[in-house]
């Protein structure tokens, strides 16, 4: 584990400054979270570390290995898929719930879908990923609903870790076009239009997801390389 992956002020709690860094994209599945190094890093007791851990392992962020220590989850492929059932029930109840936008709800829309244009184009994989999770915990928040953004932000954290785990870079500008099109049906305030494109989105996104690619331990390497197919 990295300090500088986890940089937060003391006053934040240390299961929110990991679920930050995953949002962020800034440690990856897999990633070890040592009780001692966290314990150093913002002058607790390792008793406080392991309590934040146990409270992030209860919202599936993070696990324990036996006599290894606490690990950043790496989703199954079984659980991704139950993750993206959860969000499509989420997110149409989401869409048909949600008041009519405001301007400044308009413009805080617009102005992320811009950062995404940007990311896209300044070819920033790692920002757009955080990105494209913001988006969704952007409309929840739009709702005022405290118990809903947290479940979102929940789910989120764990769409980024299989999307690291699973997904390549190539659906990028796909994933923006469905954002765009969730806030032209939200901005014509048709809610049944909504519900189809968040959903659409949701299906997307999964159906991009490449489920062979832990069969082959190389993969990541292989593809940073151009090496050939194993």
């Known amino acids: 584990m990295q300090d500088a992956a986890l940089e937060a002020p003391a006053s934040v709690p240390i299961d929110e400054a990991v679920l930050a860094s995953i949002l962020a994209r800034r440690i990856r599945p897999g990633s070890r979270l040592g009780e001692a190094e966290l314990a150093r890093l913002y002058g607790v007791s390792r008793t406080l570390v392991r309590e934040a ?16 220590g606490w690990y950043v989850s790496e989703p199954s492929v079984a659980e991704a898929k139950r993750v993206f059932q959860a969000r ?29 244009r940007r990311a896209i184009a300044e070819g920033d994989h790692p920002r757009l990923v955080g990105l494209m999770g913001d988006f969704h915990i952007r409309i929840v928040e739009i709702l005022g609903n405290p ?48 519900v189809e494109e968040a959903v659409l989105h949701l299906d997307e996104v999964e159906t991009g997801l490449d489920f062979d690619m832990t069969a082959d331990p190389l993969a990541e ?8 197919a194993a």
Do not use: F, K, N
């Not at 851990?53 to 290894?68: K, Q």
């Not at 989120?156 to 469905?178: F, K, N, P, V």
């Open 88 to 116: 499509r029930a989420l997110e149409a109840g989401l869409m048909r719930i949600l008041p009519p936008l405001t301007d400044g709800d308009r413009a805080m829309l617009h102005r992320h879908l811009d950062e995404e």
């Open 221 to 228: 390497l292989r593809r940073s390389l151009s090496a050939p």
């Open 147 to 194: 118990v809903l953004a947290e479940i979102m932000r929940d789910l989120t954290a764990r769409t980024i870790l299989i999307s690291m785990l699973y997904q390549s870079d190539d659906h990028a500008e796909e994933s923006h076009r469905g954002h765009c099109r969730i806030v032209a049906a939200l901005e014509s305030g048709d809610r049944s239009a909504a």
């Open 53 to 68: 851990m146990m409270r992030l392992e209860a919202r599936h962020v993070v696990e324990v290995r036996p006599r290894r």
